[in-house]
């Protein structure tokens, strides 16, 4: 059964202390591997695809990676402002999504 | 990208009733989808909008409780049919492209009394 696990469930960090979030995954056909940014109120925004192992993506302070059973997104030096719920997601066969229950970071100036 | 607009954005309802609840894209998406997300949990895709004939749903839900239409490119309905406290929740569509890279509306709140 495909599967998608989060870790951690919430995250707390100090403004500038760097820190990873870890998504892995169990599919048996990878056709794409995502993470999503949720604000409180708001919809999942789009921040990155990946679809090969070894694939990085970066944006601003963020940065994903790629193995072949885990994606981790990397934050560098984040601000109170990145404070969100992070979803991880993947589409397997068809045009299904699959979407990890989401780790909830919270930044403190 | 996609700007996708769904409205309402809350409703408090009563029990037996149904609301339906419509989301627009303001460009042309390759498929169309309806989420349901408790609060502080992921998301649970309850079906694929598809154009012109029924909606694809996904293990636990059905057409008679959740029926969706979608009669062009850019817009979709669902309905929650004969709706229950259980049906409390937030309903999100999205639009997907090729890639399946999906943007969403900002949600409808459903509350059922």
């Given at each position: 059964?495909d599967?998608?696990?989060?870790?951690?469930?919430a995250l707390?960090?100090?403004?500038?202390?760097?820190?990873?979030?870890n998504?892995?995954?169990t599919?048996?056909?990878?056709?794409?591997?995502?993470?999503?940014?949720?604000?409180?109120?708001?919809?999942?925004?789009f921040?990155?695809?990946l679809?090969?192992?070894?694939?990085?993506?970066?944006?601003?302070?963020?940065?994903?990676?790629?193995?072949?059973?885990?994606?981790?997104?990397h934050?560098?030096?984040?601000?109170?402002?990145d404070?969100?719920?992070?979803?991880?997601a993947?589409r397997?066969?068809?045009?299904?999504?699959?979407?990890?229950?989401?780790?909830?970071?919270?930044?403190?100036a | 990208?996609?700007?996708?607009?769904?409205?309402p954005?809350?409703?408090?309802?009563?029990?037996?009733?149904?609301?339906?609840?419509?989301?627009?894209?303001?460009?042309?998406?390759?498929?169309?989808?309806?989420?349901?997300?408790?609060?502080?949990?992921?998301?649970?895709?309850?079906?694929?909008?598809n154009?012109?004939?029924?909606?694809?749903?996904?293990?636990?839900?059905?057409i008679?409780?959740?029926?969706i239409?979608?009669?062009?490119?850019?817009?979709?309905?669902?309905?929650?049919?004969?709706?229950?406290?259980?049906?409390?929740?937030?309903?999100?569509?999205?639009?997907?492209?090729?890639?399946?890279?999906?943007?969403?509306?900002?949600g409808?709140?459903?509350?059922?009394?």
């Amino acid at each position: 059964e495909d599967q998608v696990t989060q870790s951690p469930e919430a995250l707390r960090l100090q403004e500038g202390e760097s820190s990873s979030l870890n998504c892995s995954y169990t599919v048996s056909g990878l056709r794409g591997l995502f993470w999503y940014r949720q604000d409180p109120g708001k919809g999942p925004e789009f921040l990155f695809t990946l679809y090969s192992a070894g694939e990085e993506k970066e944006k601003e302070r963020l940065k994903a990676t790629l193995t072949k059973k885990e994606s981790f997104l990397h934050i560098t030096a984040p601000k109170p402002e990145d404070s969100a719920t992070y979803l991880c997601a993947f589409r397997s066969g068809g045009f299904k999504t699959i979407f990890g229950a989401g780790t909830r970071l919270f930044v403190k100036a | 990208s996609a700007v996708i607009s769904q409205k309402p954005s809350r409703d408090i309802c009563q029990r037996g009733t149904s609301l339906t609840i419509q989301c627009q894209v303001d460009s042309q998406v390759t498929m169309m989808f309806w989420y349901r997300q408790q609060p502080g949990q992921s998301l649970t895709l309850i079906a694929t909008a598809n154009q012109g004939s029924e909606a694809t749903y996904e293990s636990g839900f059905v057409i008679d409780k959740f029926p969706i239409s979608r009669p062009n490119l850019t817009f979709s309905t669902l309905t929650v049919s004969n709706m229950s406290p259980e049906d409390s929740s937030i309903y999100l569509c999205s639009g997907g492209d090729f890639e399946n890279i999906q943007y969403f509306g900002a949600g409808t709140r459903l509350s059922v009394l």
